[in-house]
Structures are given as structure tokens and as C-alpha cells.
């Protein structure tokens, strides 16, 4: 009974912070534009919105860029929220975003003592489990051919009948989760009439200037593909557990702010290096694909040749409670 209700609260504690429409949820930043608070990379974890004050930090949906922000809260007005990245030079309002109003608000950041509930890189450890949870699925599909069955059962499910469709779940989603769950890097910048200062978010009008962003490195066994919207990759280098991309930002006719973003796909390194990015190339969605099904494909084969599919499988009850067991 112990065992039994530490697993139901371990369960429910990850449907609390997992699933949509709960009281909690686990995010991660994409850029730095919340450091030092919460770094790239890092995790957070948001609650309910409640009252919202000069201070807070808060996501919210952003319809001119298209995606869910999280900054903070530093003004309150009539129209709404006056809200700004920890790290940028300049109010989300003043690099031209509408004010936040309260019905594109998703929730608050939880913080103690001031201070967000930070859950360093998480935003790597999501990158590494969307590129090999396709095997962890394979492996209790394969432990599940093994598990002593009962010929004699009257409602016959083969081990076939599971398989294949869970096979096909297995590559095709975690296909769409590399391509369409890499992470995504935000840079803003503000044009200037001066120099530009050097370096950093100010750059100088009439001039093409460099930057770099740190992107979390790719995981062991991976290949890492780097792409720029509204900046140009010039080079990407090791960092210890990062990775510094450097852009090229395009030379501006006028002062203002402006956006790039530095997306970071993944894939399993099973294939030549050419043949990957020629199919990154075509569509992220066939290099995943591929990746994936090559991964897949041995451990299926495996499958095929040692276990015997057209065995039955019997969910037989152990006693007059809801325990099941295969048989």
C-alpha cells in the first residue's frame, strides 16, 4: 500500500507540472534575454497569474512574434503591462510590441524570496531526451515480447497487433519533436547613430556588425545544425557545455529595434554527416525521419527474429483489485 501511494503521488506530482490546463508548469528560456535572472537554457517553473505587479515576472503570448515571452513586469498602465528582458537594452514596447494586457497573460513565475525557481539546463536536458526517447520506447516494446504469455486466453491480442502501430508512434513523433521542438535563440538589438559601442545589443546605423549568442551544445552521438532568421551564422564554437554561434547582423538605413533568432536542431548521428544536411536542406521533418528510422529499424528487426508475434497476449487480473499483469 506504501509503494502504491508513493508511485500515485510521484505520478501526480509530474501530471501537476507536465500536463496542459494544471495549476503548474515547467518552461525554459530560449535567449539570454533574462539573464542573469534565469539563464539561457534554464528552466522555470509558472503558476497562476493572480495579481500581477511591477516586479513580476510573467509569460505571456506574444502575437507579434508568435511565441510565448517570459519577461518581466516593469510598469503598470491603463492599456496594460509595460514588460522588459532583464538583459535587453530597451522595453519590449519600445522595440515596438504592443503592451501586454492581462488576457495574453499565461501566468506568473514562481519565485522564493524574490528570487525565480530556477532548474538549471533544462532546456539541454529536454534537447537530449527529444532526440533519444525513441530508444527507451523500443526497449519496453522489445521486454514486452518477452514477458511469459497464455496461449489460452479467450480475447486474443498478438504481440504484432501492438507493435507495429507503436513503432510507427515511436519514429513519427519523436520525428516531429526534432523538428519542430529545436530550440530557439532570441536577439534583440537597437540601432544607433553612434558607434554602436563596440559590442553587445547597440548597434551602429549603416553598418554590418558580428554578434554572438551561447546555444547549448549538441548532446554525444548528434548531429548539430544551426540556423539565423534575420541574422546570418558565421561560425559555431565550442564553449565547455555551450556553444557560441557567431551572426552577422545586417546593416540598418535607420535607428530602431530589431530581432534575430538562432534556432539549433538535433539528430542522432546514424547517418553520413552529407546526407543529413541535405535532408535538414529539403525538410527538417525527412532528416528526422531518417535519423530515426535507422535507429528504429535494427531494434525492430531484433524484435522480428526473436520474439514470436503471432503469440497472445492475456491481461489477466491478480486479484478483485485493478492489478494487471501479462501473461
Not at 11 to 28: A, F, H, R
Not at 130 to 136: A, F, H, I, Q
Not at 225 to 251: K, Q
Not at 269 to 296: Q, W
Request: aromatic share 8%.
Amino acid at each position: 500500500m506504501i509503494r502504491r501511494a508513493l508511485a500515485f503521488v510521484a505520478v501526480g506530482g509530474l501530471l501537476l507540472l507536465l500536463l496542459p490546463g494544471t495549476p503548474l508548469q515547467l518552461s525554459y528560456v530560449y535567449s539570454d534575454s533574462m539573464e542573469p535572472t534565469i539563464g539561457q537554457g534554464d528552466g522555470y517553473v509558472v503558476g497562476p497569474t493572480g495579481d500581477v505587479t511591477s516586479g513580476d515576472i510573467i509569460v505571456f503570448d506574444s502575437t507579434t512574434r508568435d511565441e510565448y515571452v517570459t519577461h518581466r513586469v516593469v510598469a503598470l498602465t491603463d492599456e496594460g503591462y509595460i514588460t522588459k528582458g532583464d538583459n535587453n537594452p530597451s522595453t519590449d514596447q519600445d522595440a515596438g510590441h504592443p503592451v501586454v494586457t492581462d488576457s495574453s497573460v499565461v501566468g506568473t513565475v514562481l519565485t522564493i524570496g524574490n528570487k525565480p525557481i530556477v532548474i538549471p539546463r533544462l532546456g539541454s536536458v529536454v534537447a537530449v531526451l527529444s532526440t533519444y526517447w525513441p530508444l527507451g520506447v523500443l526497449a519496453v516494446i522489445l521486454a514486452g515480447g518477452f514477458i511469459e504469455r497464455n496461449p489460452r486466453a479467450r480475447d486474443v491480442v498478438r504481440v504484432n497487433d501492438l507493435m507495429t502501430p507503436l513503432v510507427i508512434t515511436a519514429v513519427l513523433g519523436s520525428a516531429l519533436a526534432l523538428a519542430y521542438g529545436a530550440p530557439t535563440y532570441e536577439m534583440a538589438f537597437t540601432a544607433v547613430t553612434t558607434d554602436g559601442g563596440g559590442g553587445g545589443r547597440i548597434i551602429p546605423v549603416g553598418e554590418s556588425v558580428t554578434r554572438s549568442v551561447e546555444v547549448a551544445s549538441a548532446p554525444r552521438f548528434t548531429y548539430q545544425f544551426v540556423e539565423g532568421a534575420g541574422v546570418t551564422v558565421l561560425d559555431i564554437g565550442a564553449n565547455g557545455g555551450s556553444s557560441d554561434v557567431v551572426v552577422r547582423v545586417p546593416a540598418q538605413t535607420s535607428t530602431g529595434a530589431l530581432e534575430g533568432t538562432v534556432s539549433s536542431h538535433y539528430y542522432p548521428a546514424v547517418l553520413p554527416y552529407g546526407i543529413m544536411s541535405s535532408l535538414h536542406t529539403l525538410h527538417p521533418v525527412a532528416a528526422a525521419i531518417a535519423s530515426v528510422g535507422t535507429v528504429v529499424t535494427p531494434l525492430y528487426g531484433v524484435h522480428w527474429l526473436v520474439v514470436d508475434g503471432k503469440a497472445p497476449i492475456e491481461l489477466r487480473s491478480r486479484s478483485r483489485t485493478s492489478w494487471w499483469e501479462f501473461r
